[in-house]
């Protein structure tokens, strides 16, 4: 193995571990990105972790709340496979990581990133058929059909990212070992083979377009059908119907908007990883906002458009208070 460089290691005989080139060329002042990416970490974390405990409640038992809960999990998982990493990063002078721990990583984001765009699809069909068939909801959304229309969104997900998975983890990998992105991103990885990738991008372009087609039409198609329902009623019932899906739509629209824009940033001449510069961090901050925007955003969302939803917290904040006041009460007595 040669000696390493700024540039990384160059290993003839095969790469062992990769390095993440980050926000390094920012040198000391990465703090300032560290602490406002450990306030996102905290607020995403915090935000749907209460989401998640608040539907709990009974009183909360439709299916939109069921998958509600589903999505603010997939959002922490996804978040959390790349932002520990980059502050770690940020804390030490070179970020490491092995070559499975690369491709997991590489494969996770894929995967909870569709994941995501998949329950999103699964609220939507909840949606139609809450404001379309309002009479036959709860004998159609049945707690065995909520199981497997999650079940069908983890395990589209699951299968959707393993050809790309495979194909990038199968080439050899021997130059040099610097991932020029913020973590394990498939582009970015992919570009170190040592070897010709072009039916890897093709096959990668096209999952990639599939993840967004499948979801975004069928999302389409939930909407404009409600928009026909919608046509048809009084100005009350499209008020109402109307507050139903307005979070739903706000999320779509974001979560769909920022990937859209990371896939066409890969391929437009003036983001592309050849030309721009060599930091890439115009590339890192774009991906960074789709990795950590929605997550951050979806909490606040559902609670200022759910007034159900902003009740449960607060009943939750109230089931909390006599038990905090109890615990400082022993503390003062045993001091």
């Not at 139609?128 to 229309?149: D, E, G, K, N």
Request: proline share 4%; charged share 10%.
């Amino acid at each position: 193995m040669e000696s390493s460089s700024v540039n990384g290691t160059r290993e003839p005989d095969g790469v062992t571990f990769f390095i993440i080139q980050g926000l390094s060329s920012l040198g000391d002042r990465q703090m300032i990105p560290f602490v406002i990416l450990l306030l996102g970490y905290v607020i995403i974390l915090g935000g749907n972790s209460m989401i998640i405990f608040t539907l709990t409640d009974p009183k909360l038992h439709s299916p939109m709340y069921f998958f509600l809960a589903n999505f603010s999990f997939v959002d922490m998982l996804f978040t959390t496979t790349t932002i520990p990493k980059m502050l770690a990063g940020f804390l030490s002078d070179v970020s490491v990581i092995s070559v499975p721990g690369c491709f997991l990583q590489l494969h996770f984001f894929i995967q909870l990133g569709v994941t995501s765009r998949a329950i999103l699809t699964v609220m939507a069909y909840d949606r139609y058929v809450a404001i379309c068939h309002p009479l036959h909801y709860t004998s159609i959304m049945t707690r065995r059909v909520q199981l497997l229309l999650i079940a069908g969104a983890w395990g589209f997900s699951t299968l959707y990212p393993l050809p790309v998975t495979i194909f990038a983890f199968l080439r050899p990998y021997c130059g040099l070992n610097v991932v020029k992105h913020g973590w394990c991103d498939l582009s970015s990885v992919r570009r170190l083979a040592c070897a010709d990738t072009s039916v890897d991008n093709i096959v990668a372009l096209f999952f990639a377009t599939l993840s967004l087609l499948i979801p975004g039409v069928l999302i389409l198609t939930s909407y404009v059908l409600i928009g026909i329902s919608i046509s048809k009623m009084g100005v009350g019932q499209r008020l109402k119907a109307f507050s139903t899906c307005a979070a739903h739509l706000t999320v779509v629209s974001i979560s769909f908007s920022s990937i859209s824009f990371v896939y066409i940033s890969y391929r437009v001449g003036n983001f592309t990883l050849e030309v721009q510069a060599p930091d890439n961090l115009t590339l890192i901050f774009t991906s960074l906002m789709y990795a950590a925007l929605s997550p951050f955003l979806n909490p606040v969302i559902y609670s200022l458009r759910n007034k159900e939803l902003q009740e449960s917290m607060r009943r939750t904040l109230m089931r909390f208070r006599p038990a905090t006041v109890s615990a400082m009460k022993v503390v003062n007595i045993a001091s």
